[in-house]
């Protein structure tokens, strides 16, 4: 398919802009001038209405396709939420009104929403306070893991390591060194939880914290985890909950009872705001009482006239997290959901998210090697070594399952697990269409045995097959421009 | 039961079936009953209908009839239907990240196109994918240049935005960088000062232009000392402001970033935003978040892929360029959708038009007597307005009238207490700003009877 | 897994060969094989002093970046500047053309701490 450059025909135009009503001509002198008009496409609006609707054909989403990508929680995204994203009193709302002479007055109702949320996100989690600001998971790490430094700071604590268990997500060990830490890993052992003996040896006078996803990457929710806030406490340490699971435990546990300090919760995941082929995300942290005081400012406080306002006044903070108060619109939709589904809503969703990934892991492991055969929580991690063997690799059955419809599963991740495929199917999916994905898993089986070479150009179906990565990393092209 | 889940009785009954066990519950064996909840009190859920009347009442409590004249880096630009319907698609929304290429072509495609128009736009040779905001954008330009020469000495011009140099300090109070703060001559960069300071361990100079004041400049001279000694520039930009200014890879800098909110994005109480970042092509390798690529697949067809990725979190962990995960693809598909209408000629005039509205805005309310817009130096589509009186007073005065006249600047700038920024885009109309002036001239004519004007 | 009989060789896959107190460094067929088609390598720049078993460069494959350390104490002296344009050079002949580095070495004493050729292959045969 043509990049939109390519359709460009000189003199096409697809947008009018407003009439000058001004009647004079601003001018710029020349030295500040740009020489060569920006080189844009020309085209009409039916051109580019066409372009991207094309575009938009050749992806696989969660409205057209099983999305069962495990630790990505894709499950279906109420319509209606953006029908109250496009809501005129937020969308049209500038950021900087607030920070006007008593211009909090100006959008209370934007605040009255932060503020409401930051509780129900407290109650949900067990948290005593939440901070809205963070743009997405990763963001929200930052921050958690900040406010974990400006703790040990303030205490005069000289910490050093964080630990992580070896099937953390990345963005853990990553995030921990931007804010001046190093990593302990720590590995999983036969249950597919932390090992507490190595945990024990692991755990210093210098141990800043431990981060944990819980459940892990795995699937698997740990039972020691309170025992193990007991051992980072006694030095001193913090409790970090990645939230990145949480959409498996909502009404059955909350991480502020069971000992952690510090959380982020990744509102695209649990609280199904659109993934957006890769963001806008939003990641609110939560604290308890020990890490209140460095809270990024602003925080939204409500005064005594019931007045809503940004509360700059955390002598403590660790300061400016992000330009204003969050992705305002994304958590305008997951409070929306949450207010929609309720308390006991919620409750479903856990409920339903562990039943169906409980039944394709029971279902698919008479053919896969499942890593860790237990019940499992919202996803669980097969092995494809059986195929493997075959010649048949955890990449050659996601390409065969996307011939047949299916967005694949998550694969080579958790690292710990070889020729990982991790699947979660979510609460929105229903009992046929994960029927119709472990069939596609049995066939692609069967072909593993029949014929194990006929994977290695799959797939079929779609506008292109397997891309040549290696060109694209030594032959960089990454701008149509740089070659014209 | 929440209507997005499809589970019947009987299903849920021959998959427990199937699973082995007789009820949800004991799925939940791992969670021991010392873990429960100690309270889990929620409201009872709603109807689509009566969450969305709630949500309407509250945007009601909001004031957003006023009639914007107020900017700072975020601007009341005219989004066109064709962005919000394309945007809408749910083949785009409700995608992940395009990590199986073959069936994320429309994604991949589009970022690319996302990219090249970055360059396009800022006269450079490499974009990445986007980052979250122009804020957290120029933190991650400070870090890479950084990483490129191996310093860790930073030079901040006091025109670069007040909220994006806050932004820089707070993440980097854990790490080795020493930052220095230059002024404002004139409304440009103090050369003098700058030059100073420039030295062998200065990692970068961050400029911005236009800067928070509005006002524009060619930053070429700074660029030339500074390669000199082996120090980077950073630009911070305005995009739409480029459709005309002279451009950052015009200048020479190093790396560029910018808020993309101006390019088809609803202003949204702050987010979510674009952080746009472009770099020249021999750094690519230390430029953090994803890049897309050209390559071609097993037919020799053309396609795009997620690239360089071994520089990323999911592969080098804590030795990444950055622990960017989730970016804001979706705002980059906007925005390209946006210039992809514009046309080339369709953003110079739209940028023309906002410097033509600008101008004309100054005019009048240079007319009032007592009230000075600064003019030492061009500016583009926001100018620097110095009043008689607190702006800050006057600013929340104007509101009454139903306006956002500007934003005061003593609450970033000491002893600039009496200035405000003034923003004019397409959107404000002849009448409009005639209406502006008036309010205006009228609020400081009661301030003079009785000041304080309120003292609310 | 190819090795070369008169080479050194490190636990991380370097491979040394020594001559005269200077020396050429490369990776091994079982470090190039592990890490996939090579995209980019950023090589140290002549003059770099580096330490025994010390980073001094990296390289990139599709999915996987790893650190390559020096097998022995001393001073660039050269690079190999054709892996910049040709990376996957030391995928066909990692122990030939796709050298990386030439090194002064400061202390052949060190070269008590690598292994010969033949132990190098028990040593990838018990790591497996």
């Not at chain 1, 066409?50 to 279906?76: A, I, W």
């Not at chain 3, 090589?43 to 999915?63: A, I, M, N, R, T």
């Amino acid at each position: 398919m043509k990049l939109i450059f390519e359709k460009s025909v000189e003199g096409r135009q697809g947008f009018r802009n407003p009439r000058s009503d001004v009647g004079l001509e601003g001018e710029i002198p020349l030295k500040y001038r740009r020489e060569k008009d920006c080189p844009l496409p020309e085209v009409s609006e039916l051109d580019v209405v066409r372009h991207f609707t094309s575009l938009s054909q050749r992806n696989f989403s969660v409205d057209t396709h099983f999305y069962p990508l495990g630790s990505c929680t894709m499950k279906y995204n109420p319509k209606f939420t953006e029908t109250i994203a496009a809501i005129e009193g937020f969308s049209n709302l500038h950021p900087l009104l607030p920070q006007l002479n008593h211009g909090e007055k100006l959008v209370q109702g934007a605040l009255e929403v932060l503020y409401d949320m930051e509780r129900l996100l407290c109650e949900i989690t067990g948290m005593d306070r939440f901070t809205m600001q963070p743009l997405a998971g990763a963001h929200g790490e930052l921050t958690g893991v900040m406010m974990m430094a400006a703790y040990h700071k303030a205490k005069g604590n000289k910490k050093k390591y964080i630990i992580v268990p070896d099937s953390a997500h990345g963005t853990n060990p990553a995030t921990a060194a931007i804010a001046g830490y190093e990593i302990v890993s720590v590995n999983s052992d036969e249950n597919g939880v932390m090992d507490l003996e190595e945990l024990k040896e692991k755990i210093t006078d210098e141990t800043a914290g431990l981060m944990v996803t819980s459940p892990n990457t795995l699937g698997i929710f740990n039972s020691d985890v309170d025992k193990i806030a007991e051992m980072v406490h006694a030095v001193d340490g913090i409790m970090y909950y990645d939230g990145a699971n949480l959409n498996a435990i909502l009404g059955r546990c909350r991480p502020g009872d069971i000992g952690f300090d510090v959380m982020h919760i990744n509102l695209h995941k649990t609280f199904s705001t659109p993934h957006g082929g890769g963001g806008p995300g939003s990641g609110p942290v939560g604290v308890n009482e020990k890490l209140i005081p460095y809270l990024p400012i602003s925080m939204v406080d409500r005064r005594d006239d019931g007045m809503y306002y940004l509360n700059y006044d955390y002598p403590g903070s660790i300061g400016y997290l992000a330009s204003f108060y969050g992705n305002f619109s994304i958590i305008l939709r997951a409070y929306a959901y949450i207010i929609m589904a309720g308390g006991e809503g919620l409750k479903e969703v856990s409920n339903h998210a562990v039943l169906n990934a409980n039944y394709i892991k029971e279902r698919l492991k008479e053919r896969f090697h499942l890593a860790y055969d237990r019940i499992c929580m919202h996803e669980s991690v097969f092995s494809a070594s059986k195929q493997t063997e075959r010649g048949v690799h955890a990449i050659d059955i996601a390409k065969f399952l996307i011939d047949q419809n299916i967005h694949p599963p998550t694969v080579y991740f958790p690292l710990s697990v070889k020729e990982s495929i991790m699947i979660e199917p979510t609460e929105t999916e229903s009992k046929q269409t994960m029927d119709q994905f472990i069939d596609a898993m049995f066939k692609a089986d069967e072909l593993s045995q029949q014929q194990p070479e006929s994977f290695h150009d799959l797939p079929k179906t779609t506008p292109v097959t397997r891309p040549d990565e290696v060109k694209a990393a030594r032959d960089i092209n990454t701008n149509y421009f740089q070659n014209t | 039961m929440i209507p997005y889940i499809s589970n019947t009785e009987n299903d849920v009954h021959d998959m427990l079936k199937v699973i082995g066990v007789s009820s949800i519950d004991d799925l939940f064996n791992d969670i021991k009953p010392r873990h429960a909840p100690r309270s889990f009190n929620l409201p009872e859920g709603k109807s689509e209908f009566e969450v969305v009347e709630h949500v309407k009442r509250l945007a009601s409590k909001n004031a957003t009839d006023l009639i914007l004249f107020i900017g700072g880096g975020y601007y009341d630009h005219y989004v066109p239907s064709a962005v919000t319907s394309l945007v809408s698609r749910g083949e785009f929304y409700t995608a992940y990240t395009p990590y199986q290429p073959e069936c994320s072509q429309g994604t991949l495609q589009a970022l690319y196109e996302y990219q090249s128009a970055i360059c396009a736009l800022t006269e450079m040779e490499a974009a990445n994918a986007s980052l979250y905001d122009g804020g957290t954008a120029l933190y991650e330009a400070v870090m890479m240049a950084a990483r490129i020469t191996k310093r860790d000495k930073v030079i901040m011009d006091g025109g670069v935005s007040p909220i994006y140099r806050k932004i820089i300090r707070t993440y980097t109070s854990n790490l080795n960088y020493e930052f220095q703060e230059t002024p404002v001559v004139h409304g440009q960069s103090s050369r003098e000062e700058i030059e100073k300071l420039l030295d062998k361990d200065t990692a970068a100079v961050i400029l911005q232009n236009p800067n928070f004041f509005g006002t524009i400049d060619d930053h070429s001279d700074i660029v030339e000392k500074a390669h000199a000694l082996g120090i980077l520039v950073i630009e911070s930009v305005y995009p739409v402001a480029l459709g005309i200014l002279k451009t950052p890879g015009a200048m020479g800098a190093d790396i560029v970033t910018g808020e993309g909110q101006s390019l088809g994005l609803p202003l949204n109480f702050g987010g979510p935003y674009l952080g746009f970042m472009a770099t020249r092509k021999k750094y690519i390798r230390k430029m953090p978040g994803r890049i897309i690529g050209q390559t071609v697949d097993a037919n020799g067809k053309r396609c795009f892929v997620n690239t360089l990725q071994a520089r990323e979190q999911h592969i080098r962990r804590e030795k990444a360029t950055s622990n960017i995960c989730t970016n804001v693809a979706l705002c980059a598909l906007q925005s390209v959708i946006y210039m992809s209408l514009l046309g080339k000629h369709g953003f110079k005039a739209l940028a023309q038009l906002n410097l033509d509205k600008a101008e004309f805005a100054r005019q009048e309310i240079e007319k009032i007597e007592g009230v000075e817009v600064k003019r030492s130096s061009p500016t583009f589509n926001e100018f620097t307005v110095c009043l008689p009186i607190d702006a800050s007073v006057v600013v929340e005065a104007m509101i009454d009238k139903g306006f956002a006249a500007g934003f005061p600047l003593g609450r970033y700038y000491k002893g600039m207490e009496n200035y405000m920024i003034v923003a004019v885009t397409e959107k404000r109309t002849k009448k409009e700003i005639s209406d502006y002036a008036r309010a205006l001239r009228e609020v400081l004519a009661g301030a003079y009877c009785n000041t304080p004007v309120q003292d609310v | 897994m190819e090795t070369v009989e008169h080479l050194l060789y490190t636990k991380e896959h370097e491979w040394i060969n020594i001559e005269d107190g200077e020396a050429t460094v490369g990776i091994s067929d079982y470090a190039q094989e592990s890490l996939g088609d090579i995209t980019f390598i950023e090589l140290p720049s002549v003059g770099d002093e580096v330490e025994q078993f010390g980073e001094f460069v990296s390289v990139e494959s599709v999915k996987a970046a790893s650190d390559v350390f020096s097998p022995m104490s001393g001073e660039v002296i050269a690079v190999n500047e054709d892996l910049n344009e040709n990376p996957g050079m030391i995928n066909k002949s990692p122990y030939e053309k796709g050298w990386i580095a030439r090194i002064k070495l400061s202390d052949s004493e060190e070269q008590s701490n690598l292994m010969t050729a033949d132990e190098y292959s028990k040593f990838l045969v018990s790591v497996g």
